[in-house]
């Protein structure tokens, strides 16, 4: 079965400071996909990065970079630059068939 | 490009009524899915659909069910709501079944 696991329900960082969101999984298929999301408290859902398991480098969108270290099972959200408005919660996702495995999500706090 | 479109945005039933969950995408995607998020939790599939006819059943299906006419809508019907049916439910879309998948806004429904 596919497993997706955040260990930090809650983060604080300061405004412009950098901050990393962990992200572990379990899966024994060879082929798979990792998504972060972000979901302020407007209460949508924001894609943000993707990392495909065969992708060589890893993934990165404006401030957002996934650290993909593939032999831990690991794909860390790096944000640079915390905004204030990057205050949310963010979930790690895994592709499993059809559907998005969600984990449960880390609360980011930005504060000033 | 409206994106993922849901309607209503909130909505209160009572216990044993029924109502349809509307759901429109406007970017030809051919995948749609329904998830559902319980309070601290992440999303999980209830359904989804390959394409216009063709329909399959998530990780929580019991208590709902779908149809896919067109490739643009995929409703959700809810029969005899249960407390249990309280949650927000996702509508989200992808062109393949490995490419990103974006949601719309949220329903939030309670059931009392």
């Known amino acids: 079965a596919q497993k997706i696991t955040q260990t930090q329900p809650g983060m604080f960082v300061q405004e412009k400071e950098a901050v990393t969101l962990d992200c572990t999984y379990d899966?024994?298929?060879?082929?798979?996909?990792l998504f972060w999301y972000k979901q302020p408290s407007s209460g949508e859902m924001i894609f943000l990065i993707y990392?495909?398991?065969?992708?060589?480098q890893n993934a990165t969108e404006g401030r957002y970079s996934l650290n993909f270290q593939k032999a831990r099972k690991s794909a860390n959200l790096v944000i640079s630059a915390s905004q204030l408005g990057d205050s949310a919660m963010y979930f790690c996702?895994?592709?499993?068939?059809?559907?998005?495995?969600f984990g449960k999500g880390t609360s980011l706090l930005v504060t000033p | 490009n409206a994106g993922v479109t849901q309607t209503p945005k909130f909505r209160i039933l009572k216990i044993g009524q029924s109502m349809t969950l509307q759901c429109a995408q406007d970017?030809?995607?051919?995948?749609m899915y329904w998830y559902r998020q319980d309070p601290g939790m992440g999303l999980k599939l209830i359904y989804y659909?390959?394409?216009?006819?063709?329909?399959d059943k998530g990780e929580v299906p019991n208590g709902y069910n779908v149809s896919r006419s067109t490739t643009e809508d995929f409703p959700l019907r809810l029969e005899l709501a249960a407390p249990s049916q309280t949650s927000v439910y996702f509508c989200?879309?992808?062109?393949?079944?490995?490419?990103?998948?974006?949601f719309g806004p949220g329903t939030r429904l309670l059931v009392l």
């Open positions: 659909s390959v394409g216009a006819g063709i329909t």
């Open positions: 996702a895994m592709r499993s068939g059809y559907a998005l495995n």
């Open positions: 989200a879309s992808s062109y393949t079944s490995r490419e990103t998948q974006y």
């Open positions: 990392q495909g398991s065969y992708d060589q």
């Open positions: 970017m030809n995607h051919n995948y």
């Open positions: 899966t024994s298929d060879p082929s798979y996909g």
